[in-house]
């Protein structure tokens, strides 16, 4: 039988010879004894996957110990030096398919090695290789090696880092799962890079290339020998850690890691991370490797998703609760798209009035969604969704659109105040266009529209997004800071951007009068110097969530000009607007 490798002696005839297998001399000999002598280099494994021999030739070629041919072929792969985590995989799946006797099993270039994957056979009395084991415990393969005049792993890898590409991390996880390492399992560790978009708009694709091509060197210098690492796609890195028994504390390392600055083609780059974490246990049970692969990259996703909803530098553990709140998001996702097709989104509007006068002076539009078996849903519930689907665009253009429109027909100047996303913002251009569009369609003048800008958008985009706003302000539209104070760097973004306003937010005017001792003093304290400092900059200053008339009172005292709350009107339907405005200016007068 071609490719069959006897030890016994003269007696079979040994059809490797012709392929450089060294033939045996006569009488019993020991594999290890004829292995250790051939200028090839030369594995053995059972069928449960374990190498039980393995000669100098091939501790070489493959750049591990010689001793680390003792245990299974895929930590043994896993150690190895000179072989890539893709030219690991290529010659893992070799061995598998021998040893289920599936073809072709021809001599094969991986990794810059020729490698040859057969069956072996041997005496019963031959000498074993580790503790309890002998050659005649069962059927035996053979992996012969020799040096190959180039190298083909490369193919399998991502072209801008050196790492794996997403098809061959799935597949080397998938033969990692067959065969774990250690008692602890496989876990696998899903990197999402916080502020890589910032770093591609602003300074440039080849930046954002350079950012990820660090970021995977310093991912490789965290990681041990034989973890895998691959680019999951974007800038996302996925690594699968064998027999790690804390992965948190892995993805601890990861996170300070890669949260180090960055020197990016002579100028320094700031970024993060944020993990998710699934180990093998908790995806769901036993299934084919490609699938228990792919099902457990999955898991990690979901997890990754709960740590970026928590914030920058987060890491989650994925927990079979998220599958479920995974198909509540994938309904709610459905829905908003189909709400958006069916014009179920409306505007309610909510008065904005002069605090020395008592004045209405205008509205701020309030998006709702009237879902038909929800009811009408609040902003909360839904807005986070569709920034996350990117449908924030479409409907903060409806939004404009619709604004702009219904203040064209209200009485004397009074203005509308539009809320603006941060998604809205990550586009130099389109805001701009968009804030042109509307104001052309409607006929409303410029001076009567405001748009709101909350300063965690200002914080996550910030020069494309002072870029956008300064457009807009050019056309003559105001610009005012949302939810003012509750930020780490309010003061200067005003020193970066002209605003036109500062609300203040709600939360310092609902303490203001809450009985908490020594909190109410403090809002107290940030009512008078937000509204001391928009004083001294010009700028007008609307106190948010009043409710009582003592509130009221309280930041008119400390100097604010406007305010808006449930103590003059909640917000209202579209329909109702013109009997709001109707009623207030007959009780102004």
């Given at each position: 039988?071609?490719?069959?490798?006897?030890?016994?002696?003269?007696?079979?005839?040994?059809?490797?010879?012709?392929?450089?297998?060294?033939?045996?001399?006569?009488?019993?000999?020991?594999?290890?004894?004829?292995?250790?002598?051939?200028?090839?280099?030369?594995?053995?494994?059972?069928?449960?996957?374990?190498?039980?021999?393995?000669?100098?030739?091939?501790?070489?070629?493959?750049?591990?110990?010689?001793?680390?041919?003792?245990?299974?072929?895929?930590?043994?792969?896993?150690?190895?030096?000179?072989?890539?985590?893709?030219?690991?995989?290529?010659?893992?799946?070799?061995?598998?398919?021998?040893?289920?006797?599936?073809?072709?099993?021809?001599?094969?270039?991986?990794?810059?090695?020729?490698?040859?994957?057969?069956?072996?056979?041997?005496?019963?009395?031959?000498?074993?290789?580790?503790?309890?084991?002998?050659?005649?415990?069962?059927?035996?393969?053979?992996?012969?090696?020799?040096?190959?005049?180039?190298?083909?792993?490369?193919?399998?890898?991502?072209?801008?880092?050196?790492?794996?590409?997403?098809?061959?991390?799935?597949?080397?996880?998938?033969?990692?799962?067959?065969?774990?390492?250690?008692?602890?399992?496989?876990?696998?560790?899903?990197?999402?890079?916080?502020?890589?978009?910032?770093?591609?708009?602003?300074?440039?694709?080849?930046?954002?290339?350079?950012?990820?091509?660090?970021?995977?060197?310093?991912?490789?210098?965290?990681?041990?020998?034989?973890?895998?690492?691959?680019?999951?796609?974007?800038?996302?890195?996925?690594?699968?850690?064998?027999?790690?028994?804390?992965?948190?504390?892995?993805?601890?390392?990861?996170?300070?890691?890669?949260?180090?600055?960055?020197?990016?083609?002579?100028?320094?780059?700031?970024?993060?991370?944020?993990?998710?974490?699934?180990?093998?246990?908790?995806?769901?049970?036993?299934?084919?490797?490609?699938?228990?692969?792919?099902?457990?990259?999955?898991?990690?996703?979901?997890?990754?998703?709960?740590?970026?909803?928590?914030?920058?530098?987060?890491?989650?553990?994925?927990?079979?609760?998220?599958?479920?709140?995974?198909?509540?998001?994938?309904?709610?996702?459905?829905?908003?798209?189909?709400?958006?097709?069916?014009?179920?989104?409306?505007?309610?509007?909510?008065?904005?009035?002069?605090?020395?006068?008592?004045?209405?002076?205008?509205?701020?539009?309030?998006?709702?969604?009237?879902?038909?078996?929800?009811?009408?849903?609040?902003?909360?519930?839904?807005?986070?969704?569709?920034?996350?689907?990117?449908?924030?665009?479409?409907?903060?253009?409806?939004?404009?659109?619709?604004?702009?429109?219904?203040?064209?027909?209200?009485?004397?100047?009074?203005?509308?105040?539009?809320?603006?996303?941060?998604?809205?913002?990550?586009?130099?251009?389109?805001?701009?266009?968009?804030?042109?569009?509307?104001?052309?369609?409607?006929?409303?003048?410029?001076?009567?529209?405001?748009?709101?800008?909350?300063?965690?958008?200002?914080?996550?985009?910030?020069?494309?997004?002072?870029?956008?706003?300064?457009?807009?302000?050019?056309?003559?539209?105001?610009?005012?800071?949302?939810?003012?104070?509750?930020?780490?760097?309010?003061?200067?973004?005003?020193?970066?951007?002209?605003?036109?306003?500062?609300?203040?937010?709600?939360?310092?005017?609902?303490?203001?009068?809450?009985?908490?001792?020594?909190?109410?003093?403090?809002?107290?304290?940030?009512?008078?110097?937000?509204?001391?400092?928009?004083?001294?900059?010009?700028?007008?200053?609307?106190?948010?969530?009043?409710?009582?008339?003592?509130?009221?009172?309280?930041?008119?005292?400390?100097?604010?000009?406007?305010?808006?709350?449930?103590?003059?009107?909640?917000?209202v339907p579209s329909g109702d607007v013109a009997t709001l405005i109707a009623t207030m200016t007959q009780a102004h007068h």
């Open positions: 039988m071609d490719g069959l490798l006897t030890l016994d002696g003269a007696k079979r005839s040994c059809a490797g010879a012709s392929r450089g297998i060294p033939r045996p001399r006569r009488g019993r000999v020991s594999a290890g004894a004829v292995l250790d002598t051939a200028a090839q280099g030369y594995l053995v494994f059972d069928a449960r996957l374990r190498v039980v021999l393995c000669n100098p030739q091939a501790a070489r070629l493959l750049g591990v110990a010689r001793q680390a041919g003792r245990g299974s072929l895929s930590r043994m792969l896993q150690e190895s030096s000179t072989l890539g985590a893709g030219a690991q995989l290529a010659l893992m799946q070799a061995a598998q398919a021998a040893r289920r006797g599936d073809g072709p099993l021809d001599a094969q270039e991986i990794g810059g090695l020729q490698a040859h994957v057969r069956p072996l056979s041997a005496p019963a009395d031959d000498a074993p290789a580790t503790p309890g084991a002998s050659l005649a415990d069962g059927a035996f393969w053979l992996i012969s090696l020799n040096q190959a005049p180039a190298a083909t792993g490369a193919a399998q890898s991502d072209a801008l880092t050196g790492v794996a590409d997403r098809g061959t991390f799935l597949t080397a996880l998938g033969a990692l799962l067959t065969d774990p390492p250690g008692t602890d399992g496989v876990t696998v560790l899903l990197v999402d890079l916080n502020g890589f978009r910032t770093v591609n708009e602003t300074l440039g694709a080849s930046s954002g290339d350079e950012l990820l091509r660090v970021v995977a060197q310093r991912l490789r210098s965290a990681l041990r020998t034989g973890d895998l690492i691959g680019r999951a796609g974007g800038d996302q890195f996925a690594v699968a850690a064998g027999g790690f028994p804390r992965p948190d504390t892995l993805a601890a390392r990861l996170v300070e890691l890669l949260g180090r600055p960055y020197l990016i083609e002579g100028q320094v780059v700031h970024a993060s991370a944020s993990v998710g974490i699934a180990t093998a246990a908790s995806d769901g049970g036993p299934a084919p490797a490609r699938a228990q692969a792919d099902r457990l990259l999955h898991a990690a996703g979901m997890a990754l998703r709960q740590a970026k909803a928590e914030g920058r530098r987060t890491i989650c553990v994925y927990h079979p609760a998220m599958q479920a709140d995974a198909q509540a998001r994938r309904q709610l996702e459905a829905d908003l798209r189909a709400g958006l097709a069916l014009q179920q989104f409306e505007l309610f509007y909510q008065p904005q009035t002069a605090l020395d006068t008592g004045a209405l002076i205008g509205f701020e539009a309030l998006l709702r969604w009237r879902h038909p078996e929800r009811g009408l849903v609040p902003p909360d519930a839904f807005i986070p969704t569709l920034e996350a689907i990117g449908l924030i665009v479409q409907v903060g253009e409806w939004v404009l659109r619709t604004a702009c429109c219904a203040a064209a027909g209200w009485p004397g100047r009074l203005a509308v105040a539009v809320n603006v996303s941060a998604v809205q913002l990550m586009s130099q251009d389109r805001l701009p266009r968009a804030v042109a569009s509307a104001l052309a369609e409607s006929g409303l003048a410029a001076d009567r529209l405001e748009l709101e800008i909350t300063e965690s958008a200002l914080a996550h985009h910030a020069e494309i997004a002072l870029q956008a706003l300064q457009a807009v302000r050019s056309q003559g539209v105001s610009v005012s800071m949302d939810d003012f104070g509750i930020g780490y760097s309010s003061l200067s973004q005003l020193r970066r951007f002209p605003f036109d306003k500062i609300k203040i937010d709600r939360s310092f005017v609902r303490d203001l009068v809450a009985d908490r001792g020594t909190g109410t003093a403090e809002a107290v304290a940030v009512v008078r110097a937000i509204a001391a400092l928009g004083a001294s900059l010009g700028l007008t200053t609307t106190a948010e969530g009043v409710e009582t008339l003592e509130q009221q009172r309280l930041v008119r005292a400390e100097g604010c000009t406007n305010m808006q709350g449930y103590l003059v009107s909640r917000p």
